[in-house]
């Protein structure tokens, strides 16, 4: 479904990601785990075209999309949730997931936004709420919810879990397994290593820009080089 061939990426003289090739197949969740640093934000934002590759080639659905708008990306149905919850603070929760929406044309959103009250009951008792008042975990849920609204072939998650508590962090998990179930493919960034291992069918790790391991979750998340350096040595 999405090839990376070879991307060299910088800002200015930093060379933030180093020949990086990753492949994620229909229905799968990817994982790509790594230190604060390592690059995994800048890839995101690469697949999103917020940033330009130097060098290499993205493939999306057999078409390569290098180089193109962040706009027809969008349209293209690959949906980037941004690290730190990003929603618009002046706007009410239902105005976020409408804006979710924004390049759709068809009629179903308004029954696209009731199943996200569906998944998240907590933002429908707060459909009228100022987004800037919700709580860090609504914020979350609410950051999801309006990716799930442009309706993704591929969901690009930035730290899903990151400053949540230990059982908000499960039931985000929870439901992006639940997303993935119901035939959305993921792209999953996480310092959360233990956890995205759990839920992930492969991985990979990425150190200071470089692709340094790759394999199935399970295996992974099994061997000493990544238990020591990733998922505090247990
Ligand atoms: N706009 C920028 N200008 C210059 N350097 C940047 C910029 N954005 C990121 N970097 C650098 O690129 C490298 C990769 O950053 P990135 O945000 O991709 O890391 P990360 O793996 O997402 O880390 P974290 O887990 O802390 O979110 C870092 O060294 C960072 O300082
Ligand atoms: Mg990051």
Do not use: W
């Not at 002046?90 to 409408?98: P, Y």
């Not at 179930?181 to 992930?200: D, M, P, R, S």
């Amino acid at each position: 479904m999405l090839k990376i061939n070879n991307i060299d990426v910088y800002y200015g003289a930093i060379h933030a990601l180093k020949d990086v090739s990753i492949t994620v197949n229909q229905g799968e969740i990817v994982t790509l785990i790594g230190s604060n640093g390592a690059g995994k934000s800048t890839l995101l934002k690469t697949l999103s075209g917020l940033l330009k590759p130097k060098n290499g080639e993205i493939v999306f659905l057999g078409k390569t999309i290098t180089g193109i708008s962040a706009q027809s990306i969008v349209s293209e149905g690959l949906i980037h949730c941004p690290e730190g919850r990003r929603v618009f603070a002046n706007m009410s929760v239902e105005e976020n997931l409408e804006l979710g929406a924004y390049i759709r044309k068809d009629k179903e959103i308004k029954a696209d936004i009731g199943k996200v009250y569906e998944r998240f009951p907590r933002l429908l008792e707060r459909r009228n709420q100022q987004s800037g008042t919700l709580s860090g975990g609504e914020q979350q849920m609410l950051a999801i919810g309006r990716a799930l609204m442009a309706r993704p072939k591929l969901l690009l998650l930035d730290e899903p879990s990151m400053g949540l508590a230990p059982l908000l962090v499960q039931e985000i998990f929870a439901i992006i397994e639940e997303i993935n179930c119901l035939g959305t493919t993921v792209l999953l960034v996480e310092q959360n290593a233990n956890q995205a291992l759990k839920i992930a069918h492969r991985a990979y790790v990425l150190e200071t820009g470089k692709i340094a391991l790759t394999g199935d979750a399970k295996e992974l998340a099994g061997s000493e080089e990544v238990k020591k350096s990733y998922l505090g040595g247990h």
